[in-house]
DNA sequence: CATGAATGAGTATTCATTCAT
DNA sequence: AATGAATGAATACTCATTCAT
């Protein structure tokens, strides 16, 4: 038995090794131009070996973009007990533009829309996976904040599209564009004028604690 | 005179055959996996007639995209004389739409996106020229509005990635990860709402002739 | 018959423009990887124009050799009145080095010797009027050497392909090996050191105007 | 290690195959005409296994240009011990004549020469590293007969240049005009008469064993 | 169980030659 | 007679996947 749990821990460190080499080479070269004898030599191990774990290009493919939405997908919960609604959502969408510029998830995104024509599941199941799921985490958080008053009641469904629109147009967007897109020093400062244009129309006071941030957002 | 009238008229007509053929091509395969082959077959020409327009595969999806844009980047000015502000920002979002829908924009989009680790150049020029110059005439037309009075005075070059943002959640988003994405049927609705967000947060009047969007959207 | 004979000097003047460009681009680039659409443009004749006057690739390379050799094989004549052995020898390896340096026939003999798996008959047509061709005209005039006294009879017919052998060793050799090889500074003195050489085998005087030739010669 | 030793021959086995069939298409089209296609059908391996071994086309024929050098460089080293001047220089040049045409020197000097324009850097190698070094040989062996008092003093550098010429005018030139030109019956009485002519020049002795070649020399 | 050599189908690109005007 | 656009066959090279050891 500890020989198997040996060779078990051994294979899971193959697979650990592959995964990361793939993720790299895939985002480096996109989906079509990486080559499987390259990821194999970047992890270090046989193309045949590569082969045992993931049965196929494809398959490979689509267990790093599920590797890569496991680690981010589960924590965007926030506890909203003292904190007022602007700071909530600022803490949000933070975690989110983390995420994204730290995670390298632009350069992922972009590799699956990619593969959409020869993937179309994988696209599928990221987009309900990652940007609804998230959707549904934001909206039932501005629900609570509309349950304890600091938002008005409207369709949140429709309003964190909005908001979550909003943000992408910068952080996400640019990304999509170029290689490596990193987040911009003011990067902050532009995700507080969306929330507060979120807050212009669903808060409750009249602009608590509200930054003058006309001046501080340009291009 | 007459020979090289009729030549450039079967070139010019062998050239458009090309670029419709590989348009479609590119849209349905991708970059990557079209053939070139395939492309000079579905214009009803040899790989060497196709080679003697378009330099290389490269060459010829930058003329594709370039094509595509084209068509479409002039047309988003609007006369604002005699309509409401709702109605002059609703015009130019149905046009938008418009042209990602029926253009096959976000088909078009997608590919572009793919390319970025091999053809950085021209995604950004399309970034830049498509992208950007949009919201450079939605801006032009902002301030226009605000200089007549019907929004209150702001930051348009922020406001309006906001509004298309938002507008984008919709129109564009869920076309980059599904293949032949069409045009839902509560687009028209799920536009107003963005409209009345903005609206609510730079209009002048309550709320001009606000629809009861609100209980309209869903899913 | 005037507009007869306009139209045929047109047609010669093509014609030689056409001779001289594909001299140009087959010595530059080798046959192979001439391509005749590079030599029309090069002439400025269409390709249809090129055709008209060379049935293929083929008939126009050996035009180009033959018209090469025919500026030069007659010209190795020489009058040995009042002149001496050494003279008359070392004007004929001027003559010869000449043509090689000149008339870059170094070159143009490369590009023959390529050809021999393709076009044997062309490089067997061209060793024969070019290469033997010389040797008997020197062979010539070698007899004729004899007769006067100046040379030990001898077969001449062998001498003169050692005499011959031993120049082209400096002459030829070395830019059959190497792109536009030009004519070293030295290459008179090495010249002189063959007929030297000649002269101490089947020369009738000591050594008739003898240059202390050993001193000059190196590598 | 079994197993490594085991793919080690066979990829031996592999890479030998390759070169042996790559040196018989490209002696027989030359480079241009031969495919690598053909080359891996002759080989009896697939187009991939035959890139695997050599990266290029470029790379495949230098690798056998070297290997043909490889089996001839090294041998014209000869003991001149107990043998007279003209035994050493014929055996020499018997040496010489042997690995041109047995060793299908001419075909592949012919291929090489022909590449000059495309791959100028081989063809500086195969002259330094085979026709130079070879004369460096020579020379060293001239040297030696000179301190043995068999030859006069002299710039040897020179005369083993004019002996290459004499020989070469009959076995190499005209082999470079013909495909598979082979050793013709007179070949070694032309190679005793251009000894001949060296000893004249250069020997001690009066003409030592002088086989009346004279008669012999014809065409 | 791991290896890496071998595969063969697939692709962009070139070029000698023809033909409708 | 001259044009130059069009042809289609040919070719170097790549890559996901398999299999004998």
Known sequence: MGLATYRKSVSETKRAAILKAAREIFLRDGYSRAAMAEIAREADVST???????DSKETLFAAVVQDAYRETDTSMFVDIAGKSARTVL???????ADQQFDGQMNDLLRVVIAEVP?????????????????????????????????????????????????????VVWPGLFALGFARPGNMDAKI????????????????ESAPSQEDKIGT
Chains 1, 2, 3, 4 share one sequence.
Not at 48 to 54: E, G
Not at 90 to 96: D, P, T
Not at 193 to 203: E, Q, T
Request: glycine fraction near 4%; charged fraction near 25%; charge should be positive.
């Open 192 to 207: 507080d004028a969306c929330i507060d244009a979120y807050l212009k129309i669903y808060g409750t006071r009249p602009l």
């Open 118 to 170: 020869s993937a179309p599941d994988l696209a599928r199941e990221v987009y309900r996976n990652s940007v609804l799921k998230r959707y549904g985490h934001l909206q039932t958080t501005v629900e609570a904040l509309v349950a304890r008053g600091d938002l008005r009641p409207h369709d949140a469904s429709a309003s964190v599209r909005h908001l979550a629109g909003m943000v992408k147009e910068f």
């Open 48 to 54: 045949a070996t590569l082969y045992k774990h993931f």
């Open 90 to 96: 600022k803490n949000i969408a933070a975690l989110y």
